[in-house]
């Protein structure tokens, strides 16, 4: 089963703007993950924030977790073309239990 | 230090033909996992192994996947026979902790057409 639910589906934007996601998820967690896939490819680890984080900056990646509403947002700032690719969040409920990913978002940056 | 490798890449079958798919994770990480990937979805969980046993193979459909880890090492996944609903990407993981989180490694995964 899936835990995650992105939005939007899909997003198409200008280089330079930003680009946000959110994710929302059902139960407890341990962890919110969230990775970027380009087409036909594996899964890339972006950034991560516990459970008891509520904000996580990783370069042009920024990440806000809430709790109390069991969802998450990726902001991709100045976006750039290379930034084509879909995205996904995936949550870890315990140390032992494998992640659990959404249906993912496709970002399209137009150059 | 070396990714995820799988194989093979690409591969195209009949329908109710047989297909196996081969993993072999980062050195030294214990725990590994296959996930499906339906073309428009998220990664779905099949089976999670710790070494050499199962941990979690509650969604893997046993009466035509089976998967195993014999040296606690490398890993394959095998489907027979196989059906159209089965076309997807599938992906092998590993993981490991590292300063109190699990941290994960994906291959680039198999893409398997069933016509």
């Known amino acids: 089963s899936q835990q995650g639910e992105e939005d939007p589906q899909a997003l198409s934007i200008q280089e330079g703007e930003n680009a946000t996601m959110n994710c929302s998820y059902k139960t407890s967690i341990n962890n919110l993950q969230w990775y970027r896939q380009n087409s036909g490819r594996g899964l890339v680890h972006l950034i991560l924030i516990r459970s008891n984080e509520r904000e996580k900056h990783s370069g042009r990646l920024r990440v806000t977790l809430d709790t109390s509403k069991k969802s998450s947002s990726l902001l991709i700032t100045a976006s750039r073309a290379a930034d084509t690719a879909s995205y996904f969040c995936?949550?870890?409920?315990?140390?032992?239990?494998?992640?659990?990913f959404g249906k993912g978002t496709r970002l399209s940056v137009i150059a | 230090e070396a990714g995820v490798a799988q194989s093979p890449r690409y591969k195209i079958i009949e329908k109710r033909q047989s297909v196996a798919f081969w993993c072999n994770p980062i050195s030294g990480h214990a725990t590994l996992y296959w996930y499906q990937q339906i073309l428009g979805q998220g990664p779905k969980l099949l089976i999670q192994?710790?070494?050499?046993?199962?941990?979690?193979d509650s969604q893997l459909p046993k009466d035509r996947f089976s998967a195993e880890r014999l040296k606690g090492v490398d890993s394959t996944l095998k489907i027979q026979p196989a059906k159209l609903e089965d076309s997807a990407v599938y992906l092998c993981?590993?993981?490991?902790?590292?300063?109190?989180?699990?941290?994960?490694?994906f291959g680039s995964g198999t893409r398997l057409t069933v016509v």
């Open positions: 192994f710790q070494n050499n046993g199962v941990v979690d």
């Open positions: 993981a590993s993981s490991q902790w590292l300063a109190g989180v699990r941290g994960y490694t």
């Open positions: 995936a949550t870890e409920n315990s140390g032992n239990t494998p992640l659990v």
